[in-house]
């Protein structure tokens, strides 16, 4: 819809783990390299953890694309599996023609096929996205697997990429075993201030806008201190202003178009936040028209397209507002 307004050929912000968009900042290139370290020295066992929306699917997606053809991947993203279930997953993602049966058998498949692999040099890799959500016996029956190999190497490379829950599971005295098994854990930590304005520019520049200046810098400070640096909530914002600065016909992105999009999102503000909701909105909202910068009061309208406003509410008029808007601190 507002691709054209700001010279883009397509969204910037999609909430898709498209690697194409893949911004390499120090920590989601550090969890990629890790992730090929393991996979080519066939160290077997890697954990990957995360915030929720870090990138740790987007790292995974990545990964699959640098990956030559002598590497065979089982990417299992279903994990409300019994132990069967996750056998019979990874044998269908590998292509296996196997015969049905218990899981021994399936397992007694599973392991003479990687044998046969090995053989053939090549390696096989299950990853296992949103392993947080693991039941206790599939981790075990995860285990199991790691344990297949030969006297002088893995038979089998296993990646599980989880939310923070994940680490506290393995973190459960009874899975200490499950612990000591893991070769390699890297957890990816949302962006810095400085990362988050180069991964917004990154973004808008594969969009097609070059090196355009659409988010203005106090823009970017919004954005960090209420997405605390994760990408997808950066991405839900982001679009949503840029659908914002289109209706008010303003190529740039500024604060206010921000702010307003944190509010139309909901999110909630962390202990973190940098500053209060009040002193936001003073700050803000205070048009110079009604002259009433210190108590300008605010309520919310419905703008020329529908759209949920924040106004001074002496101005009664949104597109006022903001043109006459003007920062006090
Ligand atoms: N390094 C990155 N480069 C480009 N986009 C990224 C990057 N990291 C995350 N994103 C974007 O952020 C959004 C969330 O990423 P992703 O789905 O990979 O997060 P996740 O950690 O797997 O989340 P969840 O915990 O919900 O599984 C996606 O839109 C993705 O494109
Ligand atoms: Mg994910």
């Given at each position: ?67 030559d053809i002598a590497t ?49 040099d090549v390696n ?206």
């Amino acid at each position: 819809m507002y691709e054209k307004f700001y010279g883009l050929t397509e969204k910037p912000f999609n909430t898709t783990p498209d690697s194409k968009f893949f911004f390499p900042s120090a920590k989601h290139t550090e969890a990629l390299s890790s992730l090929l370290y393991a996979i080519t020295e066939r160290r077997g066992f890697v954990v990957i953890t995360g915030e929720i929306g870090a990138g740790k699917t987007t790292v995974t997606r990545t990964l699959l694309n640098k990956l030559d053809i002598a590497t065979k991947v089982a990417l299992i993203t279903n994990t409300h599996l019994t132990p069967k279930e996750l056998i019979v997953q990874i044998l269908e993602e590998l292509e296996i023609e196997y015969k049905p049966g218990g899981k021994q058998k399936l397992l007694s498949q599973l392991n003479a096929y990687l044998v046969r692999q090995l053989a053939n040099d090549v390696n096989v890799v299950i990853i296992i996205d949103e392993a947080q959500n693991l039941a206790p016996k599939v981790l075990e029956e995860v285990r199991m697997l790691s344990n297949l190999e030969t006297e002088k190497e893995k038979l089998v490379q296993i990646i599980l990429v989880g939310q923070p829950q994940l680490k506290e599971k393995l973190n459960n005295p009874k899975l200490e075993q499950f612990k000591q098994r893991i070769a390699l854990y890297y957890h990816l930590a949302p962006l810095s201030r400085q990362e988050t304005d180069e991964y917004v520019r990154h973004r808008i520049k594969l969009a097609g806008a070059g090196q355009n200046e659409v988010f203005t810098s106090d823009a970017i400070d919004m954005l960090y201190s209420h997405s605390r640096g994760v990408p997808r909530i950066i991405n839900l914002l982001c679009d949503s202003a840029l659908l914002s600065g289109y209706i008010y016909d303003s190529k740039q992105i500024t604060e206010k178009i921000i702010y307003e999009a944190i509010k139309e999102r909901e999110i909630t503000h962390t202990a973190e936040s940098a500053v209060s909701e009040e002193k936001l909105l003073q700050a803000i909202y205070c048009c110079s028209d009604c002259k009433e910068y210190a108590s300008c009061e605010i309520k919310w309208i419905r703008g020329t397209k529908g759209e949920k406003q924040a106004c001074c509410a002496k101005c009664q008029s949104h597109a006022q507002c903001l043109k006459g808007a003007s920062k006090i601190n």
